[in-house]
């Protein structure tokens, strides 16, 4: 074992820290390190909250790490923001939201961009997911981007999803549209002191009754992060869907779907690097490119050249 994964596995922040920037940053090193961490997993509970800009999320966080170490339980965050197209930068303002748990040991945030991922989440993101879990915490957040209608990548990582809704803000249509609906674990209602809450919960009552779900039925909580209201709620109807998740073959079903989830991902980033690096190495190809050649067929020739060349054996 690495010197760096034995210093994760004696829950050694600093070393967190630098793993992380290694999964961020794609050192030559990281696959190696996640395999070394693999086995040093301790199945921490993931909750991913999404949901539209402006609903709260951040907050609500913040109000959840509280609870959580009210409890005595550990809570590592990973709060991803969007990046921006110009700069390739990203504010990464989460943590400023979230800045009284800086000095609590037992509280780890990090902020992360999403790298021009369209699904709320980078491929960084969920191995530093892995590298948190490997630390030993008890309870992982996630908070995803807030880009409304491209956040399922979600549902691939965490345990348990909290979609975050806020009355009079047509957030609804965008679950009817975006099929966001079918991802939420557990629904909240934030900023639940506005008027309009009963027909939101009307409406979520309307839909899950026609999508009839047949294992889970998702609880509607109501929140008011602001003033600390419906958190204990909030979080209970976590652990209630955590223990349908280890005692129910719904559960074990989805945890094996996300495995091979991770498995494929793994595998189709690296086919696409060794696919990179072979037109990238071919200055023929850089000048087929230039051309207003056909694009279908140079996939097709290119990917058969490849092939023949022992690629994808």
Known sequence: MSTLAERIQKQ????????????????PDKLSLLSEISGQEKKAHFIGLTGSPGAGKSS?????????????????????????PF???????????????????GVFIRSMATRGSLGGLSRST???IRVCDAFGFDYIL???????????????????TALVLTPNSGDVLQIFKAGIMEIADVFVINKADLPGVQKLKTQLKE???????????????????TE??????F???????????????AGKQKRKEQLTYEVYELMREELWKDVERFIGDDPSKEIALQKENDPYQLAKEWLSEWREKGGGS
């Open 87 to 105: 700069s390739g930068g990203a504010l990464l303002g989460d943590r400023f939201r979230m800045h009284k748990h800086f000095a609590d040991p």
């Open 12 to 27: 050694d922040q600093r070393a967190l820290a630098k793993a992380i920037t290694m999964v961020d940053n794609d050192h």
């Open 142 to 160: 996630i908070e995803t981007v807030g880009v409304g209608q491209s956040e399922l990548d979600i549902m691939k990582v965490a345990d348990t």
């Open 207 to 225: 839909f899950l009754h026609i999508a009839d779900p047949k294992s889970w039925q998702p609880p509607i909580v109501e929140t008011i992060s």
């Open 60 to 84: 609500l966080v913040d109000r959840l790490i509280t609870h959580i170490r009210n409890m005595d339980k550990t809570v590592a965050v990973i709060a991803v923001d969007p990046t921006s």
């Open 235 to 249: 979080f209970e109807a976590c652990e209630a869907h955590k223990k349908f998740l280890n005692e129910t073959d």
């Open 228 to 233: 600390h209201k419906g958190i204990e709620a």
């Open 126 to 128: 969920k191995d530093a």
